[in-house]
């Protein structure tokens, strides 16, 4: 097989991802987009590991790690938007402007 | 095309179409099912790459606890069960702009560099016997320290999702703005997702 069929799909993968957390409004959208790139980044490390034939099972190793760094992430990114729902009754990513500078401040 | 490669091209047309449907439903709860399809999808194609452990931990971290988790956020966040406007914000032109560009560099950067290269498929590699042995000789370290970190984020999430009860004055709150606070006043008249539910 092909070393360009897995490394052509992650691609494709990690653009779908790019499109939903720049399109999507919904905190949790987001979060699920940030799922999508990280499984094309893990389907890339799966497939050059097999391609190489690491020895010390790299890539795969490190698929396995970056699933639970993702499981931490998405446990805490959940808590954060619950945070934000109890606090603002809304999770939408573009109205979280407390931050944003006003015209007169940016004067 | 032989066998493996068909086999896995439609399991990547499965896994990017549902990636696909994903950002764009119109429906929260059929984003976190589509995405079951797309995850499953990319357990198989990792079954095809000979990547049996990982195939089988893919399905049952992601499939079994992180969508899991993310149905409920949307049911605890009181989402519509029915289709919901305002999931996409202004800029989806310009997002689907950057997915293109991105896209487009990504496919001819890596089609150019690996059209050549074989991947020779053989049983074993990526069985549990081998990953363990692996994990638990050359990368242990990693592994205690990964764990820790895992410890960490769980307690973080726990700390911050403690329910804030009358008389607790510590950890979870993070500037309370009401509806008159500067700042907070442009573009609240149109909130899709307020508090009309």
Redesign the interface.
Known sequence: ?????????S??????????V?????A??V???V??ML?AV??NL??F???L?DA??GG??L???T??????????G??????????????????Q????E?KQEAR | M?T??IV??AL?VV??GS??L??TTKQ?VH??LW?VV??GA?AG??L????E??AW??VL??VG??VV??L???M????PIGPSE???????L???A???G??AV??TL??RG????????KPG??SAD??GE??FR??VL??EV?SV??LA??V???V??KG?GPNDRGG?R????GPG????S???SS?P???GR
């Open positions: 097989m092909s070393v360009a069929y897995p490394v052509v799909f691609a494709l993968l990690f653009s779908v991802g790019v499109y939903g720049l399109a999507r409004r919904n949790i959208l979060l699920m987009s799922e999508l499984n893990n389907l799966v497939a590991d097999v391609w034939r010390l099972h795969q190793v698929t396995l790690f699933i639970v760094v993702a499981a931490a992430e998405v446990g805490l959940l808590a954060i938007v619950l945070l934000l729902y109890r606090n603002r009754q809304n999770i939408d990513v573009d109205r402007d407390t931050l944003r006003t | 032989t493996p490669e896995f091209t990547g896994a990017v990636g696909v994903v950002v929260l984003a976190a995405l797309s995850f990319l194609m990792y095809v790459l000979t990547a452990f990982v931990v893919q971290i992601y606890a992180i988790l993310l409920f956020g949307i605890l966040t009181r989402a305002g999931l996409d914000s202004g800029n989806r310009p997002a689907l950057v997915a293109l991105t896209a990504l496919v890596l089609v690996f059209k050549d290269a074989r991947i020779d498929l590699g990526g081998a990953l692996a994990i050359e990368w990693p592994f990964l970190l895992l984020a769980l973080g999430a726990i911050l999702s804030r979870a993070i500037g309370r703005s606070v500067r700042g907070s442009p573009g609240s909130r997702n307020g508090k």
